[in-house]
T-cell receptor, first 112, second 110 residues
Framework: SQTIHQWPATLVQPVGSPLSLECTVE??????LYWYRQAAGRGLQLLFY??????ISSEVPQNLSASRPQDRQFILSSKKLLLSDSGFYLC???????????FGPGTRLTVT | DQQVKQNSPSLSVQEGRISILNCDYT??????FLWYKKYPAEGPTFLIS?????DKNEDGRFTVFLNKSAKHLSLHIVPSQPGDSAVYFC?????????FGAGTRLTVKP
């Protein structure tokens, strides 16, 4: 069966510090991968998606970037965090050609 | 832009009764619709979905209805159970692009 991992579960970082969140998927090959952010009281906002290694599409211009160095690994990064980057970050995957997306446990990021 | 709206931030029902969660969308290009259930500090869990070529999909206690002319979908839970208490997100998709509503917090009282 497929499993998606995200770490860390929680993170507190000062403004201006770098960020690296990692997501890995097991039990499937060549998945579509996604990064979402949920701000307090809001729905999920798609940040990045990837259909293959090295292929990243950005949905919202912002202080974040994403990379996919391996087929089942997706990384969300920032060089300098802003207060507005605080939120709940979720990684998701889907089978190529299927609509259903399956989410990881999420990372709670607090920028202080 | 809010292409998917859940206008009720919360809903409270008695155990055993029906829960009806509603969702409206604006983009007629959406061709697939999903409902997710989310507990605090966890990722959303896929619940049920419906293609735009259908108007109803049923899975056990959960039924999703789609009214394309009204751009409206709803999730019915019958009978509601205390374990159903969670935040429910509706989502609408065209290809990879999935848009989520803000969620409705369902509380099922014993």
């Amino acid at each position: 069966s497929q499993t998606i991992h995200q770490w860390p579960a929680t993170l507190v970082q000062p403004v201006g510090s770098p960020l690296s969140l990692e997501c890995t998927v097991e039990g499937t090959s060549n998945p579509n991968l996604y990064w979402y952010r949920q701000a307090a009281g809001r729905g999920l906002q798609l940040l990045f998606y990837s259909v293959g290694i090295g292929q990243i599409s950005s949905e919202v211009p912002q202080n974040l970037s994403a990379s996919r160095p391996q087929d089942r690994q997706f990384i969300l990064s920032s060089k300098k965090l802003l207060l507005s980057d605080s939120g709940f970050y979720l990684c998701a995957w889907s089978v190529q050609g299927n609509y259903e997306q399956y989410f990881g446990p999420g990372t709670r990021l607090t920028v202080t | 832009d809010q292409q998917v709206k859940q206008n009720s931030p919360s809903l409270s029902v008695q155990e055993g009764r029906i829960s009806i969660l509603n969702c409206d969308y604006t983009n007629s290009m959406f061709d697939y619709f999903l409902w997710y259930k989310k507990y605090p500090a966890e990722g959303p869990t896929f619940l049920i979905s419906i293609s735009s070529i259908k108007d109803k999909n049923e899975d056990g206690r959960f039924t999703v209805f789609l009214n394309k002319s009204a751009k409206h979908l709803s999730l019915h839970i019958v009978p509601s159970q205390p374990g159903d208490s969670a935040v429910y997100f509706c989502a609408a998709s065209v290809s990879y692009d999935m848009r989520f509503g803000a969620g409705t917090r369902l509380t099922v009282k014993p």
